[in-house]
């Protein structure tokens, strides 16, 4: 829980940016052995955003039309934030952050910048982390980025990963509230365990490849996974991180007015809203349009729901995340 402090933390803005690229089912089904009707009924996807390369489209691009439109609803200057936190596993390059170039490309240097790798969990560790920061006093107004350009990193010649994932990112600006001491983030959790990890990753090198890890022909630096395991994993602990938000806050699901869930899966969010009983108006979905954009996919939720004007201040807000590592993460929040 968070411990109470003199000042409150609002989430001042958000924004979202996908690439105009669609990949449908049908050109699924013309590039691999697979249907429409396999991967509605298996995922609840129908079509997904894929950057065009070729074009210059790619993670920095998307993370700079995000944090902008976030910056714009908050009616903030860039040069007002202190920090940029991306959550991210798919920036440009390995050095330097893209944190840092979007914040030079915005113009809120010298703001400090770093890049968080927590797989489909970088926007919610991130938004967590920045919170924390400004309840401790050290800090203002900080913006934080969630994306993922899986899509170069897809064999398109493989069925089981390539229907799942598209390309996305999201932003909010989050800011100090001197006014509202109750407003921010009232329960969080970031959590992970390695053991796991083989069941998505994306090996480099030969050596990356556990010796145990099952004949694949998905090419070396491209996303593996373990579909199966990832889904027992997922459907667990969906259940587990929104049962145990709600515990620790006293909330009910009639208390809260928004369930953000990281779009894995329709059936993995399906089978935790029958467990629990959550109402579908409270549960929003894009899945169908958007796939599984990792860490985009809960930060453009969030702006989406935002927008729509599904979220109110003093509204309480659940959201939830699981991905690759494994790592999961929650927060709970009094808008
Ligand atoms: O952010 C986290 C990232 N990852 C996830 O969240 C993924 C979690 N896992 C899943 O979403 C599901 O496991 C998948 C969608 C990946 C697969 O669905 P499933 O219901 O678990 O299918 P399965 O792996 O048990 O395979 C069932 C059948 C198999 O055929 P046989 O052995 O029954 O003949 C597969 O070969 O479906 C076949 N199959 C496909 N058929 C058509 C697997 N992929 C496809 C496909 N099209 N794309």
Request: hydrophobic residues 40%; aromatic residues 6%.
């Given at each position: ?22 990949l449908t ?8 052995d ?23 489209e790619g993670?920095?691009g ?21 920090l940029?936190?991306v959550?991210?596993?798919?920036s ?14 915005i ?14 969990c ?6 967590n ?10 800090h203002r ?24 994932f598209g ?12 006014e509202?001491?109750?407003r ?43 579909g ?10 969906f ?5 145990d ?11 809260i ?34 796939g ?9 939720c ?18 939830v ?15």
């Amino acid at each position: 829980m968070t411990v109470p402090t003199p000042f409150g933390v609002r989430i001042a803005g958000t924004g979202s940016s996908v690439p105009d690229g669609v990949l449908t089912n049908a050109d699924l089904e013309s590039m691999v052995d697979t249907s429409d009707e396999w991967i509605v009924k298996r995922t609840g996807i129908r079509e997904r955003r894929i950057c065009d390369r070729a074009a210059g489209e790619g993670a920095f691009g998307l993370e700079c039309d995000a944090i902008r439109k976030a910056l714009d609803a908050a009616e903030m200057d860039p040069g007002e934030l202190d920090l940029l936190i991306v959550g991210s596993l798919t920036s440009e390059m390995r050095c330097p952050s893209n944190a840092c170039r979007i914040s030079e490309a915005i113009g809120a240097a010298p703001a400090g910048a770093f890049d968080l790798n927590a797989a489909c969990c970088g926007y919610v560790y991130s938004l967590n982390i920045a919170e924390s920061l400004i309840r401790s006093g050290r800090h203002r107004a900080i913006g934080v980025i969630g994306c993922d350009v899986l899509s170069p990193y897809i064999d398109y010649e493989e069925r089981t990963v390539s229907i799942l994932f598209g390309d996305a990112a999201g932003a909010a600006v989050l800011v100090r509230d001197d006014e509202h001491p109750e407003r921010g983030c009232i329960y969080q959790k970031i959590e992970a365990n390695g053991s796991g990890w083989e069941s998505l990753y994306m090996p480099r090198r030969e050596e990356d490849i556990p010796p145990n890890a099952p004949p694949t022909e998905v090419r070396l630096g491209n996303l593996r996974m373990n579909g199966r395991e990832v889904y027992k994993f997922a459907v667990k602990k969906f259940q587990e991180v929104i049962e145990d938000a709600l515990e620790s806050t006293g909330l009910g699901v009639d208390d809260i007015s928004q369930f953000i869930c990281h779009q894995s899966n329709i059936r993995i969010i399906q089978s935790a809203k029958e467990k629990i009983g959550l109402p579908d108006e409270k549960v929003y979905i894009n899945i169908d349009k958007y796939g599984n954009s990792s860490a985009g996919s809960v930060a453009l939720c969030l702006d989406q729901v935002t927008r729509a004007g599904k979220i109110n201040p003093g509204d309480h807000v659940v959201i939830v995340a699981f991905g690759a590592g494994m790592t999961w993460a929650s927060s709970v929040w009094k808008m």
